[in-house]
C-alpha cells in the first residue's frame, strides 16, 4: 500500500497521479480507512470473522474478463461516490488505486496491490480506478447480502444519514 496525495493533473485516471507528497497510515486512520497487509487468504478469513463479515464474492475488473463494457465501468467506479456500507476489497492479484476525500476535500490516492485489504467506511467519498496495466482481480466482503450501491456526490447524499454519521464518527471533518 502506498498514499500520498493526488496531483489534480490532466491525464488518465488510471495514472499513478503521485504528487511526490504521502500521507501517512495514521492520517488514514484518522479518516476511518482500515488497512491490513494480508498475505494469505487465511488472514483474510481471520479479519471477516473479526469484522462479521458473513458474505463474500470476487470480482474481476479487465477488459478480458468485461470486455467491450470495461472502459465504460471503469469509468462508472470513477465517479465520486458513497455506500451505506463499508466497503471492504482485499486485492488477490493485479493492483488499482482508491481515492478518498480527506477532511478538507481534497483527494488521497491509495494504491493497493495483491494482499492489501482495505476498509472504507460508510458514508466516506472515494472512487475507484484500475492502475494502467488494466486488470484487478479483488475479494468483496459484506456483512449481509452481498450488494453494492454507489450513491453518486450530491445535495441528496450531503443529506444522507450514512454521510452524516461518518461525519459525525470523525469530528473536525467538514462536509
Known amino acids: 500500500m502506498k498514499a500520498y496525495w493526488f496531483d489534480n493533473l490532466p491525464g488518465d485516471q488510471r495514472q499513478p497521479h503521485d504528487s511526490g507528497r504521502t500521507v501517512d497510515p495514521a492520517y488514514l486512520e484518522k479518516l476511518g480507512v482500515v488497512y491490513h497487509h494480508v498475505p494469505e487468504v ?4 481471520a479479519i471477516a470473522t473479526s ?3 458473513k458474505n463474500r464474492d470476487e470480482i474481476t475488473v479487465s477488459p478480458e474478463k468485461m470486455g467491450d463494457i470495461y472502459e465504460e465501468k471503469v469509468k462508472s467506479f470513477f465517479h465520486e461516490h458513497l455506500h451505506e456500507d463499508e466497503e471492504i476489497r482485499y486485492i ?3 493492483a488499482g488505486y482508491f481515492d478518498v476525500r480527506s477532511e478538507d476535500d481534497d483527494w ?7 494482499g492489501d485489504l482495505i476498509v472504507l467506511p460508510s458514508g ?3 472512487r475507484f480506478t ?3 496495466q488494466n486488470y484487478t482481480n479483488a475479494m468483496r466482503l459484506f456483512k449481509d447480502e452481498p450488494k453494492w450501491t454507489p450513491l453518486n456526490r450530491g445535495e441528496e447524499t450531503e ?3 450514512f454521510r452524516k454519521e461518518y461525519l459525525k464518527s470523525r ?3 467538514t462536509a
Do not use: W
Not at 487465511?42 to 478469513?45: I, R
Open 108 to 114: 488521497v490516492r491509495i494504491r493497493l496491490e495483491k
Open 92 to 94: 488477490l492479484n493485479g
Open 42 to 45: 487465511s488472514g483474510v478469513d
Open 124 to 126: 466516506i467519498y472515494h
Open 130 to 132: 484500475t492502475d494502467e
Open 171 to 173: 469530528q473536525g471533518l
Open 51 to 53: 469484522r462479521n463479515y
Open 159 to 161: 443529506e444522507n444519514q
